[in-house]
């Protein structure tokens, strides 16, 4: 007879909720529904319920925090609205001032990813090397490995910190590009029609 | 698609007239030879029509870009037919896809770049905060294990002072004018005629110049007789036919005797050469203990011993001890 009243005492997944809140309060990134699985020593279905309970508590338009899926994780951000306020207090140091050459980089590691600097320079047709260098710094790539052969040219892929930047679930979340598929195609029929004409 | 300048830019080359779509279409089709085209004109031709435009198309510049290191990619292979050709080996219509496929590809990234651009202003508004310094990636060093003593041996090196640098080569020091006029005064002593040159063979030109000087001193006081038989010629010391003059030159002289930083009778004395001395020695005893020049070799002792043990003063001794 006394069960049904010392559930109502101390519900376990709220329980749940207030640690996976605390973890995620002094984490500086994402963290899984594995790690928090881990940390909390508990299922990893019921950390989601926990997640999705906290989700609904911390949303925009009900608290100046908010819970969000990110960089295949979950982490605390400020609310849109305060972002006017963020600004004037605080920096965004790793998007600052994000030159073209490092963007197309950038892009080209996302898609291409793990690749090295001469497969990005073939692509891009110049040398990648400052830009390769400014997103290692900022923390947007980061080295994977080698390319497989003598003298193997170090390969970058990009770092979660990215994904978070750009508000990315995961990879998969880039769209797809293949809109501009028939771009070979349409250029070289340009090419062979201009040559046909001329010729003649 | 819109034409682009690219398209439309007019060429007038040695090897070629006519729009720039053409000439790569050519190239493609191995009708032009690549080394024939003068890449660095087309590059101006472009420059130019870039500048009668008011804007900068930065459009049509990234596709001449493209497509002018495609050529001088093309042009390069041609002029080392020797090394692989990647492009060479392919058939022109499938070098065309090729160079289409990487302009593409390249198109392609750009509107990947353009798509993150949107997506950051996009998400603009959305702070959190940043984890421990993702801005430094700390380096992995890695040392292999360190002896501390050999550590301790590299530092005692280090804090060692350094050898005191010699400056003396940097100020001239002058040997004193009355040395010589002894020297002289002892050697004319011993012989009637003195070969100037022969005896100051051995020394430096400041000594040289000393000697000299002494000379003239003891010109003037009439001591000595000189002679020249032409400018440039040996110059002959002989002794006067007046009585010496009895008070000592060197009192007479400003500053008085100093110190000698520098022997000035050397290291590598040239020999007297023949006929030096007009006579022989008074004796061998004499010769035996008494340089017989200005230029005598110091013994090994006053090798050791460095330049600053010969001072003044033994060579003042040498001097009495030679009259």
């Not at chain 2, 008070?247 to 000698?260: I, N």
Request: charge should be negative.
């Amino acid at each position: 007879m006394d069960s049904p009243l010392r559930l109502i005492a101390s519900n376990p997944v709220d329980r749940l909720a207030r640690t996976v809140e605390a973890l995620l309060v002094v984490a500086s990134a994402p963290l899984s529904v594995a790690e928090l699985s881990e940390a909390t020593d508990d299922d990893p279905q019921r950390v989601e319920t926990a997640l999705a309970l906290l989700r609904e508590r911390y949303s925009e338009g009900r608290s100046g925090i908010v819970l969000e899926a990110v960089a295949g994780g979950f982490a605390f951000r400020a609310s849109r609205e305060a972002s006017g306020a963020c600004a004037r207090l605080f920096e965004r140091p790793v998007e600052r001032g994000l030159s073209q050459a490092a963007l197309e980089t950038l892009a080209i590691v996302a898609y291409l990813g793990p690749c090295s600097r001469p497969e990005v320079a073939r692509i891009r047709g110049v040398a990648a090397d400052s830009a390769v260098a400014s997103l290692v710094e900022r923390g947007l790539i980061t080295e994977a490995g080698r390319e497989t052969g003598p003298g193997g040219a170090v390969r970058y892929r990009t770092t979660p910190l990215f994904e978070r930047v750009f508000g990315l679930q995961s990879l998969a979340s880039l769209p797809r590009l293949d809109d501009l598929g028939e771009d070979a195609g349409e250029l070289r029929e340009r090419l062979l029609e201009v040559a046909s004409a001329r010729a003649s | 698609m819109a034409p682009t300048p690219v398209r439309e830019l007019e060429l007038d080359l040695d090897a070629f007239e006519g729009p720039f779509d053409l000439l790569l279409t050519l190239l493609l089709k191995e009708e032009l030879e690549p080394r024939e085209v003068d890449v660095a004109a087309i590059v101006l031709s472009f420059v130019e029509l870039m500048a009668e435009r008011d804007e900068l198309d930065l459009e049509a510049c990234g596709e001449f870009l493209v497509l002018i290191s495609a050529l001088l990619e093309l042009k390069a292979r041609a002029l080392f037919p020797d090394e692989a050709a990647e492009l060479g080996e392919l058939e022109p219509e499938e070098a065309a896809e090729e160079l289409a496929r990487r302009l593409a590809e390249y198109r392609r990234m750009k509107e990947a770049a353009a798509w993150l651009v949107e997506r950051l202003a996009a998400e603009g508004d959305r702070w959190f905060r940043l984890g421990p310094a993702p801005l430094a990636p700390q380096p992995e060093r890695t040392l292999a294990p360190q002896d501390p003593s050999a550590l301790a041996a590299a530092m005692r090196a280090l804090a060692e002072p350094p050898p005191t640098v010699s400056l003396s080569h940097m100020a001239l020091r002058f040997p004193p004018v009355s040395q010589f006029v002894e020297r002289f005064r002892a050697l004319l002593a011993r012989r009637r005629r003195v070969d100037f040159d022969a005896e100051v063979g051995g020394l430096s030109r400041v000594e040289q110049a000393v000697a000299l000087l002494a000379l003239l001193e003891l010109r003037k006081s009439g001591e000595i007789a000189l002679s020249q038989a032409a400018p440039f010629a040996p110059i002959r010391v002989s002794r006067s036919s007046r009585p010496w003059a009895a008070p000592a030159l060197a009192e007479r002289l400003p500053g008085g005797p100093q110190k000698v930083q520098r022997t000035f009778w050397g290291e590598s004395p040239a020999p007297p050469p023949p006929g030096a001395a007009d006579e022989p020695m008074p004796s061998g005893a004499v010769q035996s203990t008494v340089p017989s020049g200005l230029g005598s070799p110091a013994t090994p002792q006053e090798r050791e011993e460095g330049f600053e043990a010969l001072d003044s003063e033994r060579i003042l001794t040498w001097t009495a001890r030679s009259a």
